[in-house]
């Protein structure tokens, strides 16, 4: 059973980065035709696409976000990771991370970012 | 504002079959796949929904999804208590060379 899990600092100060990782367990991360995603919570709002990342290495990212965001992966290590710059309170969420393919998608718990000096 | 339109809410009692619907244009849901997720608070979203009408592998059949025109919806029949829960709807936009979702539906089962 594949399972993913977010991890990384819940609290990041203002105009910092936010680094988050996906560490994926129970499958590889490079197998068959997955692709890698982030989305993102904030409190009391609905789903946001942040960005994807093929194992080709062709990524897509949200426009809203795209002069800040990065999405790498570490197949050695079965991650793959976020990194948002100057970050700011309307960055807090909960972000969550994805693997998918065709009709199969895994999805971690999620994990709560705040940003706040 | 999202760039899918989803109502709010939606209800039903247990039994009964409701339908949750989906809003876009042309350059997402009019062009390209629909996908619809359940997503209960504290836990991972769950796809339930994908290439329009296809569901994953045990997702039960009271779950199904159709797209006509630059709309989509998503039906779940025989309503049971443990529906309820949160429903997105999510699309590829050309225009925006990106994914968006809907607003989201909440929905109760009374």
């Known amino acids: 059973q594949v399972q993913l899990q977010e991890s990384g600092p819940g609290l990041v100060k203002p105009s910092q980065t936010l680094s988050l990782t996906c560490t994926v367990s129970?499958?590889?991360?490079?197998?068959?035709?997955?692709?890698w995603s982030w989305i993102r919570q904030p409190a009391g709002k609905g789903l946001e696409w942040i960005g994807r990342?093929?194992?080709?290495?062709?990524?897509n990212y949200n426009p809203s976000l795209k002069s800040r965001v990065t999405i790498s992966v570490d197949t050695s290590k079965n991650q793959f990771s976020l990194k948002l710059s100057s970050v700011t309170a309307a960055d807090t969420a909960v972000y969550y991370c994805?693997?998918?393919?065709?009709?199969?998608?895994?999805w971690g718990q999620g994990t709560l970012v705040t940003v706040s000096s | 504002q999202s760039v899918l339109t989803q109502p709010p809410s939606a209800s039903g009692t247990p039994g009964q079959r409701v339908t949750i619907s989906c809003s876009g244009s042309?350059?997402?849901?009019?062009?390209?796949?629909v996908f619809w997720y359940q997503h209960l608070p504290g836990t991972a979203p769950k796809l339930l929904i994908y290439?329009?009408?296809q569901r994953p592998s045990g997702v039960p059949d009271r779950f199904s999804g159709s797209r006509s025109g630059t709309s989509a919806s998503l039906a779940i029949s025989g309503l049971r208590s443990e529906d309820e829960a949160d429903y997105y709807c999510?699309?590829?936009?050309?225009?925006?060379?990106?994914?968006?979702f809907g607003g989201g539906t909440k929905l109760t089962v009374l």
């Open positions: 994805a693997l998918s393919s065709s009709g199969v998608e895994y």
């Open positions: 129970g499958g590889s991360i490079n197998s068959g035709s997955y692709y």
């Open positions: 990342m093929f194992a080709s290495g062709s990524t």
């Open positions: 042309s350059s997402n849901i009019g062009s390209n796949y």
């Open positions: 290439r329009s009408n």
């Open positions: 999510a699309a590829w936009d050309d225009s925006l060379s990106g994914r968006v």
